[in-house]
């Protein structure tokens, strides 16, 4: 998420990792029950990168492996690029003849060691998936490379935005997205969250742009370069180990504004203020998650609030995260999103999947984190609401999911790692830590949570071993108790165990039983709303029924406004029910909300639910995609045409 830690990776004697299989392939076949622990000395990163096999990359880190990328690059906004070189720092096997990078969609132009001297190289087949393999033959005892090459077209990590596609409306935007296997599409490193790379950049663009790293900034107003009037570079570093697809940039008409002693929000100059307003709590937010999981280790935390195409809430970027300015309500009310990246800070950066089946491990608990954050600066009526709404969630993720997609650890051989983003590792992750917690208290699973988090810092982490982590630290090897809480079937089968805690909300009990009242009564008038927030409004309209009248949504609309609601959770809910209701009033702003903003969240499910409606459905769906499609990021883009088609 934001910078810096201080000190040097965690040490540690007797170590779970020290007791990993020897592959995590073995490990999927092999109960867990019989893995073999390696000897003491296999422990740390070391360990993770021998042992781990990762089905998105093709890097062979066992016999060479990069740990330090210094990129220097021009941003050309004409002709929409980077160009420039990679330079890569190696460790290497004392016999290592080669190593091997993932590359995707990047013009190779050269390859030399650091003196200059040209190395040979192979770009292998392209995969449509994984790219290519570039392997570059090392002369004996090279430990750094220089990779000179351009970025073109199809470098599905970056997108650049014409001044028409941002806020302001003058300037031209770029940022990038690497997750989960993106990076590789402007960077050629090994890409795989095992590998753990420190960083550094040099960034040259238009003089009259700002550039933005999640990294230290070196030089934060840039400094001129020579002979280059018209253009100023900016320096950067990342000085803490981390999976090569938070390296992030973004260049811009960026502003910047203090929120705290570590904390500040950057934005478009335009949007700089409501930005700021709406993040004013994120210092607070800070404080409370170091009392529950320790120190903060990444020196300052800050914001970086995107253009509207940007296809997630947020992406916890170290040091700075990456966020939807759709969380931009004017009212505060949606900032559990940056409790959510926030506590990436510990659980995806400090402690990271370590393959893309191990998802869950990032994401899982980060939103057990979250809710917590949550509780302790809000209370606890606001988080038992957001538990049962992501409870909702995840129900109808199971309903719709096939069973192999409903496991916390699948197989992804062969297949996209983006395909398996759904609710699952989410919600399904933080309802298995939520079941620990039911056995063993809050106060004893907080301790092992926080000792988990200072074991294994700066290191990646597969669900093996932190089964094999839980087992020794939690459950005691108590193997009758393990069996209890049913562990395997949490990670490694589909569906949801029959121990899941079920969570509550007397608040929402109160909503459902009111969208319940309408319905039966359709006088809007007489619903008692006044202590309705967002949380309670997205209920109210996820719990009226799909026999709604047109007059009881005309109703609603009319005392409530909820077409042109500025809060987009409130809205999406809204057009959801409209469009399967065909409300035609509220038609108009269903294009309108997809034609101004490229949250995968909130595009995938509208345009589905317009194609669910035959004839005008499909046609308003055809036809909005048409226009939208070009100013959406490629990750929805690829989302949306499985679904509406491109033709």
Sequence with gaps: MKLKASGSILKRAGVVVATLCATVAFCLVIPLTACQPKTAGESGPEAIVKTTVDDHSYARPQVARVNHVDIDLTADFTKKLFKGTATLTLTTEANAK?????????????????????????????????????????PQGAQKIIVHYQTTARSAALQWLDPSQTAGKSKPFLFSQGQEIRTRTWIPTQD?????????ARIVVPADLTVVMAAKALTPEGEAVPGRPAQRAYRFEMDQPIAPYLIAVAIGDIGFKSLGPRTGVYAETSMLDKSAYELEEMEALMTAAEKLYGPYRWGRYDVLVLPPSFPYGGMENPMVTFATPTILAGDRSLVSLIAHELAHSWSGNLVTNATWSDFWLNEGFTVYFENRIMEQVYGKDRADMLKVLGYQDLQATLKATKPDFTRLHPNLKGIDPADYFSDIPYEKGAAFLRMLEGHFGRKKLDAYLKSYFERYAFESMTTDAFVVDLRTHLLKNDADLEKQLKIQQWLYEPGLPDNVVVPKSSLLDKVTADAEGFATSGDAAALNVADYGTLQWVNFLRKLPTTLTLEQMAALDARFDFSQSKNSEILFEWLQLSI??????????????????????????????LMEQPGWGVEMAKRVYVKARPGYHEMTRTNVDKVVGTS
């Design 98 to 138: 080669q190593v091997i990078l993932d590359v995707k969609a990047l013009t190779i132009e050269k390859v030399t060691d650091a003196s200059g001297a040209p190395l040979k190289y192979t770009v292998g087949k392209d995969d449509a998936m994984m790219g290519s393999a570039l392997t570059i033959e090392l």
């Design 580 to 609: 399967k209701h065909r409300y035609e009033p509220a038609l108009p702003m269903v294009e309108a909300f997809l034609l101004s903003q490229g949250r995968n969240k909130f595009c995938k499910p509208l345009y589905q639910s």
């Design 192 to 200: 795989s969250p095992a590998i753990r790379q420190t960083y550094s």
